[in-house]
């Protein structure tokens, strides 16, 4: 079974913060570095079986995320392994395919978790169309930014 969401922060946060200058400015124009470090931030978490892959403890930027998570899942598509990374932190989860299952490992952890490479596939897609959602319904203009469009539905 696998878990994956994230959460937007509450008003009191300062990570609110990052969601709320993206509506101060031209969103169809924000560049992916800008997405990726300054805007959007979400407490994010991954669950396989009873394995916190990202443990939804602390901020990752949702774009960041989501960007990684679309590379991950084209390369698995096409039959080879793969990786997620994230921009505030060195370490790196580890997507190895083995007989129609994904092995999933990271740099910083000993723990190891195998699923099956649909199911995760599914998740992926899944998050994917949650965090496009959520971002064009609160920053309309992101619909039209080159960046966000790189995992949009369609």
Not at 58 to 74: E, K, N, P, W
């Amino acid at each position: 079974m696998i878990h994956f969401s994230f959460e937007v922060p509450k008003s009191e946060s300062p990570w609110r913060d990052t969601w709320d200058r993206a509506t101060q400015v031209n969103s169809a124009a924000i560049s992916e570095m800008d997405l990726c470090y300054k805007y959007f931030g979400v407490s994010a978490e991954l669950v396989v079986g009873d394995v916190k892959v990202i443990s939804g403890e602390g901020y990752v930027t949702l774009v960041d995320l989501a960007l990684s998570l679309r590379h991950a899942l084209s390369r698995l598509s096409s039959g080879e392994d793969a990786a997620i990374g994230f921009t505030e932190d060195d370490e790196v989860i580890r997507l190895r395919r083995e007989s129609g299952l994904v092995e999933i490992t990271s740099s910083k952890h000993q723990w190891q978790v195998s699923v099956e490479q649909e199911e995760l596939v599914d998740a992926f897609g899944d998050f994917l169309r949650g965090a496009h959602a959520r971002l064009t319904e609160n920053v309309p203009g992101l619909v039209d930014n080159p960046v966000i469009q790189q995992f949009s539905p369609e």
